[in-house]
């Protein structure tokens, strides 16, 4: 069993910016890890993946050149580095983690993206 808590969400300005942070109750260096966001009335979307072995980011359109994962595998973390903030970016983000073939999902942080 993997626990997944996450941090940094808040209220943020159009063009501003926010660090999300996931902590992993378990390892994180052999494992596939993702950020989703999930706005109110919308299906949840992927957001960004760390794919273990080859550790290249993979990023959905609507987020490339703004958001920036990463991780510290010392510190079973992973991070979203959100940049350019835009009002539509507003959602409940939530952080995933891929163990021994079982989907394991952090409650999520809210952000809100307003002037």
Not at 47 to 69: C, H, K, N
Request: net charge positive.
């Amino acid at each position: 069993q993997v626990r997944l808590v996450e941090s940094g969400g808040g209220l943020a300005q159009p063009g501003g910016s926010l660090r999300l942070s996931c902590v992993s109750s378990g390892s994180i260096r052999y494992y596939d890890m993702a950020w989703y966001r999930q706005a109110p009335g919308k299906q949840r979307e992927f957001v960004a993946r760390l794919i273990e072995r080859t550790e290249s980011p993979v990023y959905a359109d609507s987020v490339r050149g703004r958001f920036t994962i990463s991780r510290d595998i010392s510190k079973r973390t992973l991070f979203l580095q959100m940049d350019n903030l835009k009002p539509e970016d507003t959602a409940v983000y939530l952080c995933y983690q891929s163990k021994d073939g079982l989907p394991y999902w952090g409650q999520g942080t809210q952000v809100t993206v307003s002037a």
